[in-house]
């Protein structure tokens, strides 16, 4: 009780404080400096990313377009009669309203917000446009809005009208094909041949005639409207919409004809379908979650797509889009962890060594005052205090700069930077304080020296094995669990507490690399030493002594290790992304500039490839018909893969010449198929549905399907993983020929030879897409916090290298000075304390480059950095030879300026004063 009793508050001597402070400004404005600095970046950078997530998520879901939307169906209510037929029900467009009305009720607040105005769509089926050469279909549609369809100008005719002009009327099952007015847009009329009051000849797939009638001509006027990129082929013909050699044709109805495209099909032909468009502008990181769980839910809830009632039908892959987003947005968020982590690490050890050299020049004050009575808590008390307040205000100068170019700030990442700064300078003090007072003495028993050594041995045996264990749990962790949350849907964003582990992977396998070259050092630096005691060169052997001395400080060459192995870790981080981009654009494109001819030029397509071909600078020119969402069959499967029949040694020669990968089974396509009837082709598929020996069938119109057979796996063709290849002529023989729509030009003049062809197509550079990849937003802030975090370590290790040098410049230079009594000069000198300083830092200069390769080959392949280079695999690690040279040299550049400096700092000690030292 009373040693409770007798406790009391630390007694804190201000004067010494504010003294300690003064004397040592410089050092701890340092501190405070590197403080700040650190704490910008970890304060600025999350946020950024964040900002960066919410644009990602924003531009994918623009890029998905239609993928995006959510979709409600219904089916009609019954219209039969009492007669035994079918009634005509002229209220049907209101009836849709009020399908649209009670969809979007059903949203909910927060989906709804985060949604365009919808819009409906009425489908007829697939009808066939009978005579021509070629396949054709047609479909009726229907597209309402809020304020109506989307706004026409009728340059011929009249606007679809009603065909009768009684409000009931009921007319037989199998009576004669009841009519229905449409309008048809300027070029569907033009490919058609077919003007105001003229019959489409079609007919279903039962072979029935349809009486479609053309009631006017439209042009719309705003073809960016929203609405038409439901039906595109109101606007223009659309190829390979119903297959392979197909082209459709749309004709647009009205409120008034939509009763009779009931009655022109079959009862459950006609299709009504409500489309919610995402707003993108609206989307945010911290959104996402919730709404894909709401879809997620509307879907669950859907009726039977069987079911005759008029009950909700959801469909969408806004969820999965969304998911997509987040994968990628959390995959950037977990690498910049783990080169913050590395940072931190870097700054941790380099605040340490900062602390070790200012308490090194402190302890003959502390130890003064330790003598004069102070007592250890209270010496601790008033380091904590000056330390504290030197951390504090460091990091809040930090993080306010940070608010200053960031949109928010994150503090979170600044605590071990604080935590440290705060803490090593009062515990070493500390330290230091308590051994100058200790009257422990050293034994002269020789066992019990022995004794001392071994235990000293094992405590850091005991913290090696930790670090090393730690290192190797978090490496499998990291191979085996990976970066990604394990449910996206459920995570914040923030790092959570199982991440911890594999995202410092990369830092403790730094700690580790430096741990065993400390380990090695003092061992070569001995051996060294035994070798120049056999040579007749004193310099070497004062050289090799004084490394030999020094070889052990464990500090010094950790913070060295660490803070290059992490620099190159980070520059070959940023090469390899900047390297997956180069490549990623290679593999969307195909080639230095793609020709995408629309449907009614295909026919030109040959001709085209043939002036293109003759431009001044094309190297090569690829033709091949490309089909997005193909319908192949498997034996119990319909797959959509992406369809791309092309002469495979025109192919071949394209991928010879390109850096895109070598794909030598191409050349089994133009072998005979393994079965009677069978054409060869390659697959590629992400979830296996399309494998090597995997039998298919290819659907067509009027003709029995072709059977296919994967022979091998087909290169990634356009940024997709579902591609199926097939040799041109091998499918023209089995009675298909390909109708080239895809043209891949090669050469420096490739886009000049495609910007103006003439003909109506879309042009992709790839110059084009790898610019706008590299600025995406977590593309772009993924590699500039590469680039700035190897500059921010590469920085540290300089400091810490100067820090280094400084702790021990005294002891360094008492000794050479005591040596200049014996005839040593001072130049001599000068390569004495190079040959001390050189070793570690030549040992760094090798080996942290080596050790940073090391690190990217063991942690790049869990990052996933293909979620943001747009490759179907993860890129190969880059290894940047001259920057990692770079950083060499900046070590060795700093160490022989460092003694110079010293030279000349401590040319004004005098000789009496360095021989006294000690007393």
Known sequence: MNRWLTRRWPALHWPSIRGRGRTDAGALLLTATVIAAVALLAG???ALLRAAADNAVQDTVRRAGNDSNVLVHANWER????????????????????FRARATNALGPDLDAALLPPVAAVNGPILSITGGNVPRTFQFTYLAGDLGGPDVTWVAGSPPGSAVSDQYVETPYDGPPWPVQVGLSEADAAALNLGPGARIPVRDGQGRDKDVRISGIYRPADSADPAWRLAPALLRPVPGADGVGTTRFAGLLSRESLPDARLAVDEDQLRRTVHFAPAPDALTWDATAALASQVVKLKATSGSSSDREQSLKWESQLDTVLRDARARNSA???????????????TVLVLLLAADLLVRRRTPVLSAARQRGAALPDLGAELIIESTVVSLSAAAVGLALARAVAPGVSWTWSVPVVLAGAVAGPAFGTLAAARASRDRRQPANPAARRWLRATGQLRRAAVEAAVLIAAVAAFVTLHQRGLLPVASDGDTGELTGDLILPISALALGALVGALVLLRLLPLGARFALRQALRSRRPLAVFSAAQAATTAGRALPLLVLVSTTALASFALILGATVTRGLTDGAWSTVGADARLDVSGDAEAATPALAERIAAAPGVEQVVVAQVTDSARVFT????????????????????LATTPLPDAPALARLTAPGPGPGEVPALVRSTDGDLRTGTRLQLPRDDAPAIRLAAVGTAPAIGGTNNVVIVDAAALADAGLPAVPNTVWVTGPGAGRAVSNTGVASDVVLRADVLRAQRVAPLTAGLVRLAWTAAAVLLALGLLGLTLAAAAGASERWQTLTRLRTLGLRPRDARWVAAGELLPPVVVTAVCGPLLGALLARLTLGPLDLRLLTGQAVDPAAVLPWWLLGLVGVALLATAATVVPVESALRRRDRLSEVLRAGE
């Open 44 to 46: 600025a950078a999350p």
């Open 79 to 98: 219209d039969d009669g009492p007669t035994g037929g079918r009634v005509r029900m002229p209220s049907l467009a209101e009836e849709l309203d009020n």
């Open 332 to 346: 950037a968020s977990t690498q910049a962890a783990v080169l913050l982590a590395g940072v931190l690490t870097a």
């Open 635 to 654: 034996e119990s499967t319909l797959l959509t893969p992406r369809l791309v029949i092309v002469d495979t040694a025109a192919f071949r020669r394209l």
